[in-house]
């Protein structure tokens, strides 16, 4: 019964933990007595980028990896997570594609990597997908008669204070604004969009919390069969999202198109959408938030 199934998930959700580093912090010191710490605002942020944007890989010939890839407009940001967590290497991909990837392939790194994710992930497909990864590299691991890495099968709920919302919205969440040249009518919106109904409930979930800065939204279906989105419309909706964005900092591109965006919101505030000139520039300005450029 899907009804049940949802019901069990949601109840599990409910009952989920706050973020732990300390497995991880741990063995980092170990392994990296003389480098400092990720601080944990980071390694939140990066869970949650992660979950939208990163792949745990599993090669037919038996390689395992942990890769993020971000076209090279965006190579930044990928520098930015190989420089907060000390190990990794950034390398292009594909010169046809344009694009970069931030790789971990090496077996000390990939321990690193898995006491990091393991028992911190949202969403439940995402951690289900890192189960799998984390059993082959537990084979690996006794092969070599190594300690292995006891599975977590839980997840995290994220909250206002820590930054796995802003990771996510960094890979899977759009800022945008529209506005009619003939009508002093507009869109405003954030939305983040998610595969599967069981990552339904952590969408769920965020408006939930959201509510507490006095956001109000709505989880509703893609045009895309079981994709589900984040809908916060309006000025008024949205000016809560600024305390959240503030204090915890987008990292890729998407903070350019959050400024404007932002932006856009004081001067939509101050009415200057009605003025014909004013809302002329306006638009252009609307134009410009999800363009990107090195």
């Excluded at 028992?119 to 082959?136: D, E, I, Q, Y």
């Excluded at 984040?230 to 000025?235: K, L, M, S």
Aim: proline share 2%; net charge positive.
């Amino acid at each position: 019964n899907t009804d049940y199934i949802c019901l069990s998930l949601l109840t599990i959700h409910q009952k989920n933990k706050s973020f732990d580093f300390t497995s991880f912090y741990s063995k980092f010191s170990e392994y990296y007595p003389n480098l400092k710490q990720p601080d944990n605002k980071f390694l939140e942020w990066f869970i949650g980028f992660s979950e939208g944007e990163g792949s745990f890989i599993l090669a037919k010939r038996g390689d395992l990896a942990f890769v993020v890839t971000q076209s090279t407009i965006d190579v930044k940001s990928l520098n930015y997570i190989k420089d907060n967590l000390g190990f990794g290497k950034v390398i292009k991909q594909s010169v046809k594609q344009n694009t970069h990837r931030f790789v971990i392939q090496d077996l000390k790194n990939l321990y690193l990597i898995c006491l990091l994710f393991n028992g911190n992930m949202v969403f439940p497909t995402r951690k289900a997908r890192f189960l799998t990864f984390l059993s082959f590299f537990n084979e690996k691991l006794l092969r070599k008669n190594l300690i292995t890495i006891t599975p977590l099968d839980n997840c995290v709920s994220p909250s206002l204070k820590d930054g796995w919302i802003s990771g996510i919205s960094d890979g899977e969440g759009s800022f945008t604004c529209s506005l009619l040249s003939n009508s002093s009518a507009y869109r405003f919106r954030y939305i983040l969009t998610q595969k599967w109904e069981a990552n339904k409930l952590v969408l769920e979930h965020i408006i939930n919390i959201f509510s507490e800065y006095l956001v109000q939204g709505s989880v509703v279906p893609h045009s895309v069969n079981d994709v589900w989105e984040i809908r916060i419309n309006g000025v008024k909706n949205c000016k809560g999202l600024f305390t959240y964005f503030d204090e915890y900092s987008l990292i890729t591109k998407k903070k350019d198109s959050y400024l404007k965006w932002k932006l856009l919101h004081s001067r939509l505030v101050k009415k200057d959408h009605l003025n014909d000139n004013s809302r002329l520039e306006l638009i252009e300005l609307a134009k410009q938030i999800n363009k990107t450029t090195i």
